[in-house]
């Protein structure tokens, strides 16, 4: 992600979820946002593998070689939402629930989630995570970065998706965002599964999750997407509860 670096304690909800690698051990994944004291919401294709053990969740911690300050936790239960189909573009939202619960202080905490009916300031709205902030390579960023990105017309989005490519986009529960420019702000590899937030209109003190960083058209594998696409949270609240309380 190309944006700044994030102060301690500013996002007390992000997580990182680690991947279990056989030659280099647990290594960050995705980016994800703690929804209640067992839970992390993160992207679907984030958690292709439904073995449990190999996946841990990281909180508490924004800076990778401090690697003693977060707190570790074993997981529990994946999962996915029973319409997400890798082939196609929508339904990309996954739960990671830990065996133990989350000890909240004041640099661990919840995210709000938007409701249907919440209504963000479209030009207040960031991404946040710990994907790369070069245009190309492969390593992620040692400390978690945000960066603010309006929101944009659902038809431009999906006009500039069908352009690049044929893949079927289930509109309804995507969310676009960007400033329509190659080099723009966008995020990267290792931002997936991460939270966009957005300002509520009129009350600057209030933000809520709107959606889960998803995907973006890279080409040759360079982040400098026009737009970038969301899992529009508000049309999962549902099926969210449901699955984070059972």
Known sequence: MKGNQVPEGKYPFIASILFKYNK???????????????????????????????????????????????????????????????SLKGFDIGLIKSKSKFQFNDHIGKVCLASPISKPDTTKCIAIGWGRTQTTGK??????????????????????????????????????AGNGMVGGPTTCN????????????????????????????????KCVANYTYFTRVSQFIDWTVDNAEN
């Open 24 to 86: 280099d051990g647990f290594k960050h994944l995705c980016t994800g946002s703690i929804i209640n004291d067992v839970t992390v919401m993160t992207a679907a294709h984030c958690l292709k593998s439904k073995d449990t053990s190999n996946y841990r969740v990281l909180i508490g911690q924004i800076y990778w070689p401090r690697k003693t300050i977060g707190y570790y936790y074993n997981i529990d239960n994946i999962t996915v939402h029973p319409s997400y189909n890798e």
């Open 139 to 176: 390593n992620i960023s040692d400390w978690l970065n945000e960066a603010t990105i309006p929101l944009q017309n659902d038809s431009v989005c999906l006009q500039y998706a069908k352009s690049m490519t044929n893949v079927e986009i289930n509109s309804k529960s995507i969310i676009c």
């Open 190 to 221: 290792g931002d997936s599964g991460g939270p966009f937030i957005c300002q509520i209109l009129k009350n600057p003190k209030r933000w809520l999750q709107f959606g889960i960083s998803s995907f973006g058209f890279t080409p040759g594998g």
